[in-house]
């Protein structure tokens, strides 16, 4: 008996979504680490329009051997934890720019570019960054607010005390909540 023709790309499902530079979208979250995966996770549950723009997934916790007492985990190697990451955050579809540098962060006329050392570019109403220590750090209140309206910081870029893992995802899903009610207050959504 002949079949219709059918096959399904396995390795196309492993995808994640490319983001479009043509889009505005609702936040940009800038980051690979705990941080800005938990953002992805709790921004996608809002049902936002955001896309994760990394160098790499995992930020420090891929540099790490052994995590201990993560909670759920007693023992569990950096390099599963992200797997896990990684898994938990495609399982919603969010567009990811990966092995992207981040040049540039602007605002003008109440959007954000961002711009790519590659040399491409995205907007968005909002932005988190979650960045990682390496660098300068970004002082947040209690919402993961900055001086900037729109700018939210999460994990080890901030001035928020403890740089662990937990900690770091616990804000990240902060501040994509704070975003969300930004847009809300704002009349964004
Ligand atoms: C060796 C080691 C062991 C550790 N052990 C533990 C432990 O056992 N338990 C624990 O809780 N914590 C541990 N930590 C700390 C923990 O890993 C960090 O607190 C946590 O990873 C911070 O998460 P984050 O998302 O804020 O930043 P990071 O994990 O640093 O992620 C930052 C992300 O931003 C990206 N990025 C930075 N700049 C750019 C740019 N210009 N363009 C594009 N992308 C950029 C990076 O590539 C990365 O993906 C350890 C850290 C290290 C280094």
Excluded: W
């Amino acid at each position: 008996m002949d079949l219709p023709g059918f096959s399904l790309d396995l390795a196309a499902l492993e995808e994640t979504k490319r983001p479009d530079p043509q889009e505005t979208y609702d936040l940009l979250i800038l980051g690979g680490g705990p941080a800005a995966l938990a953002a992805a996770v709790y921004a996608a549950r809002k049902m936002l329009k955001v896309v994760l723009i990394t160098r790499d997934f995992g930020g420090q916790v891929g540099d790490t051997s052994v995590v201990e007492n993560y909670l759920g985990f007693q023992t569990i190697t950096g390099q599963e934890l992200v797997n896990r990451f990684v898994e938990h955050v495609k399982k919603f579809e969010v567009p990811v720019a990966e092995g992207e540098t981040i040049a540039e962060v602007r605002k003008d006329d109440g959007l954000f570019g961002v711009l790519l050392e590659s040399g491409s570019a995205y907007s968005a109403r909002t932005v988190i960054a979650a960045l990682g220590k390496r660098h300068r750090k970004l002082v947040v209140d209690c919402h993961c607010r900055t001086s900037v309206a729109g700018l939210f910081g999460a994990g080890d870029i901030t001035t928020v005390p403890y740089d662990q893992i937990v900690i770091s995802a616990g804000e990240g899903a902060k501040a994509a909540l704070s975003a969300y009610d930004f847009m809300v207050r704002q009349g964004m959504l």
